[in-house]
């Protein structure tokens, strides 16, 4: 930037990781996806059953198409869960050394579940943001809520490229 930025409720910065990002984290991700949403419709039962489950509310998935798949007019945010490398291999998505993945989940003290919710075009190189450190850039995702979105390491490119293309701040 040729001046810096003026910091303030809408505009603030993230700090950079000193350690590697750690399986079981809860996560930010933002980013401008081109709006293929999946909504959840609660399942409302006559049967008396009870619809919650141990990973949450029963759920009915509906996919919406809002703004015919272009980009968002508005920076659209939801909670990842960190995967460790293992149960990302076994959905298919395989890691570099540099890369982790992340993907929604129901978070049983907000109630809130972002398990609908997938890095779409558009999110390419979108932040991961885990207690205002930034963790992770999305390098790839099939925009499908069956696998996770694949992210690249910030921690493990902070000597070998970021360091050295920055002046100190």
């Not at 198409?65 to 990302?88: A, H, M, P, R």
Request: overall charge negative.
């Amino acid at each position: 930037l040729s001046e810096g930025l003026n910091l303030d409720n809408e505009i603030s910065k993230v700090d950079l990781p000193k350690s590697g990002v750690q399986p079981g984290q809860k996560c930010k991700f933002a980013g401008w996806s081109n709006n293929q949403i999946l909504f959840d419709e609660s399942e409302n039962s006559d049967s008396g059953s009870d619809s919650e489950s141990d990973s949450g509310p029963a759920t009915k998935k509906r996919k919406i198409d809002i703004n015919q798949g272009g980009q968002s007019n508005y920076l659209t945010w939801t909670q990842f869960e960190v995967q460790d490398k293992l149960s990302c291999a076994k959905k298919s998505t395989p890691q570099r050394d540099n890369e982790f993945c992340a993907e929604g989940f129901y978070d049983e003290n907000t109630k809130k579940d972002s398990r609908g919710m997938a890095a779409c075009p558009g999110d390419s190189g979108s932040p991961l943001v885990c207690n205002n450190v930034l963790y992770g850039l999305v390098s790839s995702s099939r925009c499908s809520i069956y696998f996770p979105t694949s992210f690249v390491d910030v921690h493990k490119h902070l000597d070998n490229f970021i360091y050295k293309h920055i002046k100190c701040l």
